[in-house]
């Protein structure tokens, strides 16, 4: 068992050419700037014991303890993108505020993360959920209450950028219980490449015949298609994106006209 720093595990923002960013491999609690571990002992939610050092108490007993909502009374929302990031949560919620929010990792079934066809302001391409049958990825699911969630619908732009949208089946954590009546932030613009979409590289597990990338391999395909900065390496390339406002407004015209041919359902699944 272990309580580590959030800053371990920084978010997209402090090097987005690693997008989504850092994570454990194993779920926790963020909970005023540290991560504590959360260890499974079985298949039921009364089984998830966390580190509160120098002992080990049941995670609702944990969250009860800092004045939080137990499990059962937050909902589960995939975290597809940077906000299974420790970091990234620090950034969301703060690191001196009472906010205790699990994370869990593990599969689920039916689910693909690709990347979304946006630039954000740090110049990374997302990631977005998509519902796939027979797709199998490894993500986190974060349990927010109602403030928590109101939060991350701001910072996630709901209504504009991504829409929250129902996922059916259930989440399996990984050596412990399942988990249901899960959602998600999808964004209906995806990047394709030969007419398919691309997975973020971190999360496939079992997938269609559709190209996996990591960010840098992203990125460089983008600006390959652009014809801009040819035999660059992707750190210099990059560096120009973020310098050069009209060189991103290019990369966004690419991504647009040449790598967005697939459409997406509101309910997040490929439009044949």
Same mark, same amino acid.
């Given at each position: 068992? @272990?309580?580590?720093?959030?800053?371990?595990?920084?978010?997209?923002?402090? =090097?987005?050419?690693?997008?989504?960013?850092?994570? +454990?491999?194993?779920?926790?609690?963020?909970?005023?700037?540290?991560?504590?571990?959360?260890?499974?002992?079985? =298949?039921?939610?009364?089984?998830?014991?966390? !580190?509160?050092?120098?002992?080990?108490?049941?995670?609702?007993?944990?969250?009860?303890?800092?004045?939080?909502?137990?499990?059962?009374?937050?909902?589960?929302?995939?975290?597809?993108? @940077?906000?299974?990031?420790?970091?990234?949560?620090?950034?969301?919620?703060?690191?001196?505020?009472?906010?205790?929010? $699990?994370?869990?990792?593990?599969?689920?079934? =039916?689910?693909?993360?690709?990347?979304?066809?946006?630039?954000?302001?740090?110049?990374?391409?997302?990631?977005?959920?998509?519902?796939?049958?027979?797709?199998?990825?490894?993500?986190?699911?974060?349990?927010?209450?109602?403030?928590?969630?109101?939060?991350?619908?701001?910072?996630?732009?709901?209504?504009?950028?991504?829409?929250?949208?129902?996922?059916?089946?259930?989440?399996?954590?990984?050596? &412990? $219980?399942?988990?249901?009546?899960?959602?998600?932030?999808?964004?209906?613009?995806?990047?394709?490449?030969?007419?398919? +979409?691309?997975?973020?590289?971190?999360?496939?597990?079992?997938?269609?015949?559709?190209?996996?990338? !990591?960010?840098?391999?992203?990125?460089?395909?983008?600006?390959?298609?652009?014809?801009?900065?040819?035999?660059?390496?992707?750190?210099?390339?990059?560096?120009?994106?973020? !310098? !050069?406002?009209?060189?991103?407004?290019?990369?966004?015209?690419?991504?647009?006209?040449?790598? &967005? =041919?697939?459409?997406?359902? $509101?309910?997040?699944?490929?439009?044949?």
């Amino acid at each position: 068992m @272990s309580v580590l720093p959030a800053d371990r595990f920084p978010g997209a923002e402090h =090097d987005p050419l690693a997008y989504p960013g850092q994570r +454990p491999d194993f779920s926790y609690v963020y909970y005023r700037g540290q991560v504590h571990e959360i260890t499974p002992h079985g =298949d039921a939610t009364d089984d998830l014991r966390v !580190d509160d050092q120098p002992g080990e108490i049941s995670l609702n007993a944990f969250l009860e303890a800092c004045g939080n909502a137990v499990l059962e009374n937050r909902h589960a929302v995939l975290a597809v993108g @940077s906000n299974g990031c420790p970091g990234r949560l620090a950034e969301k919620y703060g690191t001196d505020s009472e906010v205790a929010v $699990p994370v869990f990792v593990g599969k689920l079934a =039916d689910t693909a993360v690709v990347y979304s066809r946006h630039l954000v302001r740090y110049g990374a391409l997302p990631a977005t959920y998509l519902h796939q049958p027979g797709a199998v990825s490894w993500i986190s699911v974060t349990m927010l209450t109602d403030d928590e969630l109101r939060r991350m619908d701001q910072t996630e732009q709901v209504g504009q950028m991504y829409l929250r949208v129902p996922v059916p089946g259930e989440f399996h954590i990984d050596g &412990g $219980p399942r988990l249901a009546n899960l959602t998600a932030y999808l964004d209906r613009d995806i990047v394709t490449y030969q007419g398919k +979409p691309v997975l973020l590289k971190m999360f496939s597990r079992k997938a269609p015949d559709w190209p996996v990338m !990591d960010e840098r391999e992203i990125l460089s395909l983008v600006f390959d298609e652009a014809d801009l900065l040819k035999g660059e390496p992707i750190e210099a390339r990059h560096r120009e994106l973020l !310098d !050069d406002p009209t060189l991103r407004m290019l990369l966004i015209e690419v991504l647009d006209n040449k790598m &967005g =041919d697939l459409a997406v359902s $509101p309910q997040g699944r490929l439009v044949n």
